[in-house]
């Protein structure tokens, strides 16, 4: 079925797919974060405190009522937005969408002293881990002096000095000043899920001025970062680049060349050299993380201690490869397959796909983003991935270190 798009009176983005002949509907509600935060971790604090109760319901009447009707209800941050999604059965759609409604509108955020102290807690053993230890120093480095750099460390340092008003200013600030979109799949009418949008949604205020827009982050020069940590019996590794995000021309070309270099599993380049043949990383791995405004590209690598600097040549080695060295059609194909099968697996279930569509068209990617792409990857050749590979791995990048 296609999908419609739509606004509310009130100017809210709203994306419609009809879905026949499954039970339960799925909605999705996203605000935009517009604006820097000078408070890392006001975001992270409040989408813990939306079940905490509201101006009408205790925090166990919530539990209770999404209990009795068997709503799925979650509220996500991301790091360009602010998720809310329910997923309940056909019959309770108006129900569910009554109580969502109570949420987003009328939170008081109680649970505030509880919920920090857990928190920081769970930031705390969140940490013990070596790889959330070094994806904490990544990102800091990577996105430093941006919003996207306030990684578990930074909450945790600011964290006591968050006040409950800081979190309400926080939130009013958002539902004030933010793109909003909503995204309904399910075996519903429009006509009737629309009307009830309108009546509960319709009220909830959409700005006519123009949105601030946070800056890009730039990262302007080399860092090599090392981290000790004295009970260590592996060596962790982790470098990456800045690259362009999907609203870029080179999407495809660093999606595939991320799947041939490590995202594929067993049959990546980097755990066939490193891994296979050379037995130098017990983990090694590519990811493309794509943000709005920027998306990095990296690689992580676990290995023996004393085989640091042999798993960074032979990392080295490959992308050296990669950059002069065309790769075989078989090669691409089998990495457009691979793509193409992932996308198909995270779209099955209604929640699947709304929750892309809300995704995509708060992010300002368009709609049909997937549609788009999938052409886009369906053209891209050996020489693209070369050229890719030569335009972002270059000598400005984050190369950070973890060993005992």
């Not at 999908?3 to 009130?10: D, E, G, Q, V, W």
């Not at 983005?13 to 517009?34: C, D, H, I, M, W």
């Amino acid at each position: 079925m296609d999908t419609k798009i739509t606004k509310l009176n009130n100017n809210i983005e709203f994306a419609y797919k009809r879905n026949p002949n499954t039970p339960r509907v799925a909605f999705y509600l996203n605000f935009s974060l517009n604006k820097p935060s000078l408070l890392p971790g006001v975001y992270s604090l409040m989408v813990r405190l939306f079940m905490q109760g509201t101006k009408s319901r205790t925090a166990q009447q919530l539990s209770e009522e999404l209990d009795k009707y068997a709503i799925d209800f979650s509220v996500e941050l991301k790091l360009d937005y602010i998720k809310f999604k329910f997923v309940c059965l056909n019959e309770d759609f108006e129900k569910a969408l009554e109580i969502f409604t109570d949420i987003v509108k009328n939170t008081t955020f109680e649970e505030f002293e509880k919920e920090r102290t857990k928190l920081q807690g769970e930031i705390v053993a969140e940490l013990d881990s070596p790889r959330a230890k070094i994806i904490d120093s990544y990102y800091k480095n990577i996105y430093e002096g941006h919003n996207y750099g306030f990684t578990n460390t930074v909450i945790l340092e600011n964290l006591p000095n968050i006040k409950k008003d800081d979190v309400i200013n926080a939130y009013n600030e958002i539902v004030a000043n933010s793109k909003k979109v909503c995204a309904f799949v399910g075996d519903l009418d429009f006509e009737y899920v629309d009307n009830l949008l309108q009546k509960h949604l319709g009220d909830i205020k959409v700005s006519t001025e123009t949105l601030p827009e946070l800056p890009r982050p730039i990262l302007k020069e080399m860092k090599n970062v090392e981290v000790i940590q004295d009970d260590l019996n592996q060596a962790h590794i982790l470098k990456g680049w800045t690259v362009s995000s999907a609203d870029s021309d080179d999407f495809a070309a660093i999606s595939l060349l991320n799947i041939i270099l490590g995202a594929s599993g067993l049959s990546s380049r980097l755990f066939l050299e490193l891994r296979d043949k050379k037995g130098l990383a017990y983990v090694v791995r590519s990811a493309y993380d794509v943000a709005r405004l920027s998306a990095n590209f990296s690689i992580y690598i676990a290995t023996e201690p004393n085989n640091i600097e042999t798993s960074l040549k032979g990392f080295e080695e490959e992308i050296q490869k990669i950059k002069t060295v065309l790769v075989s059609e078989e090669e691409l194909e089998n990495a457009k397959n691979n793509i193409f099968g992932k996308w198909a697996f995270i779209s099955e279930t209604n929640s699947q796909q709304a929750n892309w569509l809300a995704h995509y068209g708060v992010m300002g990617f368009g709609y049909d983003f997937h549609k788009k792409a999938v052409e886009k990857i369906k053209k891209v050749t050996p020489q693209d991935i070369i050229n890719c590979a030569n335009k972002y791995f270059n000598d400005t990048y984050v190369l950070t270190v973890l060993k005992p």
